[in-house]
């Protein structure tokens, strides 16, 4: 019986632990968007904290010109000035 639970427990980790990740990803465009002012300007006050939580991804973006690309098209997708 423990075989079975442990068998579960590893099968539903391999389903959410991309689900999650894909999700942390997507979240950038909103996220970004929603604390945006009416100019599209980031205010000073969230640049380090974004900076903080999205390091990983905008280490990524600085650094690949198709990501950079692909992120300021989802940025403008997430955007309601669009």
């Not at 968007?33 to 205010?43: A, I, Q, R, T, Y």
């Not at 991804?57 to 692909?70: A, F, G, L, Q, S």
Request: proline letters at 7%.
């Amino acid at each position: 019986m423990s075989q079975y639970k442990e068998s579960r427990t590893v099968r539903a980790l391999c389903y959410l632990v991309p689900v999650l990740l894909m999700a942390y990803i997507l979240s950038i465009g909103p996220v970004v968007v929603s604390v945006e002012d009416s100019k599209g300007n980031l205010p000073a006050q969230y640049h380090g904290p974004l900076r903080s939580v999205y390091a990983p991804i905008v280490w990524v973006i600085d650094r690949n010109h198709y990501c950079r690309k692909v992120y300021a098209e989802y940025h403008q997708l997430c955007s309601p000035h669009y």
